[in-house]
């Protein structure tokens, strides 16, 4: 299982409760600041200080190169159009046949161009995708569930 950008490790903590013994969290973190932060604090965490875009030889340095989960909060919102490719093609590079991305966007940014953009980039890019929306977060929240990763020849 790998975060993308676990921040202040909010959700890393919910989904350290739901391991069980032979789950592996590798948390990729930009800011080293808050990768330091997560390392001293969480001694169970793999923390990996760099970009998301580079996933693939992250993962791999980390021995983990392929994943069945993938859960990001990154605020797709602010990140440019041809870095949101990239991200989104370096997740599914390391995601396995069958693996799940959950992303999660707040409610206000749900319309914006960038992140319409970013829907559609879903669409097309896993067999599958669902969505809830999380009303008792603040602010509310909708989690993407995108299944079945399409290789990149296939989209």
Known sequence: MIELGPGGGAITDA??????TVDTLLAVERN????????????????IAGDAADLPSLAARAGHPRADLIISALPWSIIPDADQRNLLTAIINVLNPGGVLATVLTMPVLYLPIVRQLRRRLGE?????????????????????????????AR
């Open 15 to 20: 989904l350290h409760e739901r391991l069980t």
């Open 32 to 47: 080293p600041a808050m990768a330091a932060h997560l390392s001293t604090t969480r001694s169970w965490l793999k923390v």
């Open 125 to 153: 890019s896993f067999t599958s995708v669902t969505h809830r929306t999380v009303w008792r977060n603040l602010p509310p929240a909708r989690l993407y569930i995108s299944r079945g990763p399409l290789s990149p020849g």
